[in-house]
RNA sequence: GGAGGAAUGGCCGAGUGGUUUAAGGCGGCGGUCUUGAAAACCGUUGUUGGGGAAACUCAACCGGGGGUUCGAAUCCCUCUUCCUCCGCCA
């Protein structure tokens, strides 16, 4: 939700930022909507204050044992008259927050403006791809054909976009999330959290996936429960309503399976496990100070990065353009994974700072003491995966693949795995 | 699932319809005293929104929502969470 105040401000700058990603009509309405939800209010609070004075009288002249039936009728009259201003209240109140609801985030002013990902930026490419003597195979070839990794029985269990990891598969992807906790918990400064897997709607208002992107969730049939697209969700929402009294950042990260409709993306990336309705994801979540925000998330890039450079795999760093972000971002960086059997760089990691978007939304304040009085202010809130384990396993078969159809392990994941390959068996030797 | 009980400021806690304009305590902050500190004493201390250059002022907030009333922390309805007990259960 955008400061009303800073656009109250700001209005045709702010307008012009958001070219592209808010429809003009609805920053006018926003305005006129909170224009009338201001008149009303003055208007009722001052005939709430009359019936407040009136109340004071009554109390006195009763105590003195004096009739107040004539302040009494007066009150019962003006009260009435805010009565049924309450409903324009109301009605003003409503239609003021459904508008802020559904104005994106402004986007920072080093995001380049675009209207879709053609303006991104490349920032940053690390290590290259590996040459192969050999025509490198995608992981839908690779996984099949050792054994660990199985769409048909999935599809029978469940449906499309569904896989089963097997042996050396379901252990390689408990690996690796071991191994992000481990590296984010002992070295990063993160403290692990383990959340629930399903929220309400009221904290997925807090981070902005309702009530614009409901399609992309599941619903849990006759509650107000959702399965969790992102711990993005459970983690920044659990210090809503709060004021965070310790020092500044808090840094949480969790792993969690995350749970999409994909409604929409029918047709994109249907091969593989790129694109699944649940997936394994170890997330980075930030509460920050907004005067170093913008460090925190470089800072939390630098993190989801260390992962891939110690899996020594190849990687481009994009900052989205103003187009091409999500709603509640302020400024995102994409970390894209080099896969050579699809022979692109892929989505592995989105790290985003959500400026105090989100925490006005989920209430989440800090004690600021740097002033005279100390002040209760937003935080900003920043999150990013680190990493997304199932596209780190896709990853790790396609560019660790072997000539004789086994899959060399990353040195780093070898104490986890007590293995250094996977065999064109499927063993893990 | 059943039966009871509870929810008040950063924390504890009083308050069953009208100077509650939320007592009192703890903690925090400022001061007096002291070489310094402690103790003692005095003062101060919530959030959100409106108006104002400011001093200040008005409104709302006692778990959430709704209602009764001239007036609600207090009465009624409803939801949520926590506690105790019973049942079931990994």
Redesign the pocket.
């Known amino acids: 939700m955008l400061d009303?105040?800073r656009l109250?401000r700001d209005f045709d700058a702010l307008k012009q930022r958001l070219e592209g990603r808010a429809d003009p009509a609805l920053l006018d309405e926003f305005v006129r909507a909170d224009e009338r939800r201001?008149a009303a209010?003055?208007e009722?609070?001052?005939l709430?204050?009359?019936?407040?004075?009136?109340?004071?009288?009554?109390?006195?002249a009763?105590?003195a044992g004096e009739d107040?039936g004539d302040?009494?009728?007066?009150?019962?009259e003006?009260?009435q008259r805010?009565?049924a201003l309450?409903e324009d209240v109301?009605s003003a109140d409503d239609a003021q927050h459904d508008l802020a609801t559904r104005i994106p985030n402004v986007p920072h002013e080093s995001v380049p403006a675009g209207k879709d990902e053609s303006a991104n930026i490349e920032t940053r490419r690390w290590g290259s791809p590996k040459e192969y003597s050999f025509v490198p195979q995608a992981h839908w070839d690779i996984g099949p054909r050792l054994g660990i990794l199985d769409f048909e029985r999935a599809a029978k269990i469940t449906g499309s976009r569904f896989a089963v990891y097997m042996g050396a598969g379901a252990k390689l992807e408990r690996a690796l999330i071991n191994f992000f906790l481990d590296v984010h918990t002992s070295e990063h400064g993160y403290t692990e959290v383990l959340p629930p897997f399903v929220a309400n709607s009221n904290a997925l208002m807090g981070t902005g996936q309702l009530p614009k992107f409901a399609d992309d969730l599941f619903k849990l049939e006759g509650t107000d429960y959702w399965l969790i697209p992102t711990a993005e969700v459970p983690l920044t929402n659990l210090y809503a309503d709060e004021?965070l009294?310790g020092e500044l950042p808090v840094k949480l990260t969790a792993y969690t399976p995350c749970f999409r409709s994909e409604a929409g993306s029918y047709g994109r990336d249907v091969r593989g496990i790129i694109r699944q309705h649940q997936f394994q994801k170890v997330e980075l979540v930030k509460f920050a100070h907004p005067e170093t925000s913008y460090e925190e998330l470089e800072s939390l890039t630098a993190d989801a990065e260390d992962i891939l450079q110690r899996l020594g795999l190849p990687y481009r760093k994009m900052t989205l353009s103003s187009g091409d972000m999500g709603f509640s971002a302020a400024k995102t960086y994409d970390l894209e994974v080099w896969l050579p059997g699809l022979g692109e760089y892929k989505e592995i990691s989105s790290c985003s700072n959500f400026e105090d978007f989100q925490a006005r939304r989920a209430?989440i304040?800090f004690?600021d003491n740097s002033g005279p009085?100390?002040?209760?202010?937003?935080v900003h809130t920043l999150n990013g995966s680190g990493l997304a384990v199932g596209r780190t396993w896709v990853a790790i078969l396609e560019n660790y693949q072997q000539a004789d159809g086994g899959v060399e392990i990353p040195v780093a994941l070898r104490t986890y795995l007590n293995a250094e390959r996977i065999t064109p068996e499927g063993a893990l030797v």
Not at 71 to 76: L, Q, V
Not at 373 to 378: N, T
Request: hydrophobic letters at 35%; zero cysteines.
């Open positions: 009303l105040n109250r201001r209010v003055a009722i609070e001052e709430k204050r009359q019936v407040n004075e009136i109340s004071a009288q009554v109390a006195r009763k105590k107040a302040a009494i009728a007066k009150s019962k003006i009260g805010a009565k309450e109301k004021t009294e209430k304040r004690r009085k100390p002040k209760a202010r937003l």
